[in-house]
């Protein structure tokens, strides 16, 4: 048995792309992920968020099965292509359904948790280039502000960001997400403005002097493991570390940019003149809070192929259906970590979770106990971080419902509430009544 402390946040995580649908409604206006996602090859099977979970419609619905699961918190983002559907044009129809939204969540005792940009970013701004216009920050300003002046106050804790890796790595120079480019030069200039865009707003946010409310933002974080002990597999770890973690944990927490990884980037992708004086002073203002996504760890050896001169290595554990390795431990390691390096401040885990093949058995119902396996073993590291005096606040699994996988648009299934697409019937799996119980008691039995 392991007891998790008085207070603990237990709650789910999803965001407005992947589950709301409605993308025409109430003056919305496309995101780079309506256009992505409508390009053809782009998502499998052409899949996109036109309708999704239907979450606009049925949100009434949704927050009482997340009561009936007894969730205290539920992270959610904002659309921005609602809020500004054009370049400086507010949307009042926008911002009244995440009003409403709110209001259900505190009815039922709900604390509401909004990432004010989660990827679907309004195609005007990715028409005047996206995350590569240091405009952007200005625009990013202005729909920050008008948030946290219209909701600012019922709305107790705001995340900035959600993974500036997958917004900038992936997105600019991987090219697997919106909007698809591969250059590495234009991921980091993408990535450098979406940290200086969350240092302006958590400027904003202290300048509004909004009580009870508190401000952080969600890193992606895999652990590197060197594939052997060999000198070259730990340089390479040490650089699989840069590229996933330091490069932005370093510039909130240290205000620089790691030199190893300026050093190796800068042959490929020449001058960091995107970067001013100023800027790492803006982005590594204090916050209040980290959230983490941890979903699995690298494991890689030394490549000269590469520019970043590492190749992943598939470890030996069991697997989700990402084909990404069940690895609790890592998430310790990585809490411990943290804890060392960086920072003190609250941690939360805004995102863990994993898909595997659900089906609907005779009994109608989803006996996902793969999930639940997935999920006990990593509250297990975690409550055993805590035990050993970590500051870990909560835990947002990762996901609520079903829904719209990106790239992998409907393939794969992280909820622990099944969705049926085509009737939009919700079905609380296996592993919902089992949080339910690990809420209720605030402990997990392993
Ligand atoms: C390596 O996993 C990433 O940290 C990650 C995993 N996930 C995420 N980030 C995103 O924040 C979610 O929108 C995804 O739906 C979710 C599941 O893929």
Request: aromatic share 16%.
């Amino acid at each position: 048995m392991a007891n998790f402390p008085k207070g603990f946040l237990f709650g789910t995580a999803t965001s407005s792309y992947q589950i709301e649908g409605a993308v025409n409604e109430d003056g919305r206006t496309p995101s780079i992920w309506d256009t992505f996602s409508k390009t053809s090859g782009m998502t499998y099977n052409g899949d996109t968020g036109d309708i999704a979970c239907d979450h606009y419609h049925r949100y009434k619905e949704d927050v009482v099965i997340l009561k009936e699961i007894g969730v205290k918190a539920y992270r959610f983002s904002i659309a921005w292509p609602r809020i500004f559907p054009e370049k400086g044009n507010f949307n009042p129809k926008g911002i009244d359904f995440y009003k409403r939204l709110v209001e259900e969540l505190l009815k039922n005792d709900i604390i509401p948790v909004a990432t004010i940009y989660h990827w679907d970013l309004p195609q005007w701004a990715g028409d005047l280039g996206g995350w590569l216009n240091r405009d952007l920050i200005y625009w990013y300003s202005e729909y920050s502000q008008k948030l946290f002046k219209e909701i600012g106050n019922v709305v107790p804790m705001w995340i900035t960001h959600n993974e500036p890796w997958c917004a900038s790595i992936l997105s600019y120079g991987i090219g697997e997400h919106a909007p698809g480019h591969k250059d590495y030069r234009e991921a980091l200039i993408a990535a450098h403005h979406i940290l200086l865009s969350h240092g302006e707003a958590v400027k904003i946010f202290r300048d509004m002097n909004i009580k009870e409310s508190q401000i952080g933002i969600t890193l992606n974080l895999t652990p590197a493991y060197p594939a052997s002990e060999r000198d070259v597999d730990r340089l390479a770890a040490q650089y699989a570390d840069g590229f996933s973690n330091r490069w932005f944990l370093d510039p909130i927490f240290k205000g620089n940019y790691p030199e190893d990884m300026i050093e190796l980037y800068k042959e490929e992708i020449g001058k960091f003149d995107f970067i001013k004086s100023e800027d790492l002073g803006i982005i590594s203002q204090p916050i209040d809070f980290l959230g983490i996504n941890f979903y699995s760890r690298s494991i890689v050896k030394y490549s000269e192929k590469s520019m970043l001169k590492w190749i992943g290595v598939e470890g030996p554990g069991a697997k989700t259906d990402m084909g990404w390795e069940i690895r609790p431990e890592s998430l310790y390691d990585l809490l411990k970590r943290l804890d060392k390096e960086y920072t003190r401040i609250p941690i939360y885990i805004t995102e863990n979770g994993a898909a595997f093949k659900d089906i609907i058995t005779e009994d109608g119902k989803v006996h996902d106990q793969e999930r639940i396996e997935y999920i006990k073993e990593h509250l297990k590291y975690a409550n055993k971080f805590i035990k050993e005096g970590g500051n870990l606040k909560g835990y947002f699994l990762w996901s609520f419902l079903d829904n719209f996988e990106w790239a992998f648009g409907y393939s794969k299934r992280f909820g622990i509430v099944y969705v049926d697409y085509k009737t939009q019937k919700r079905i609380l799996k296996d592993s919902a009544l089992w949080y339910k119980e690990v809420i209720n008691r605030a402990s997990i039995v392993f």
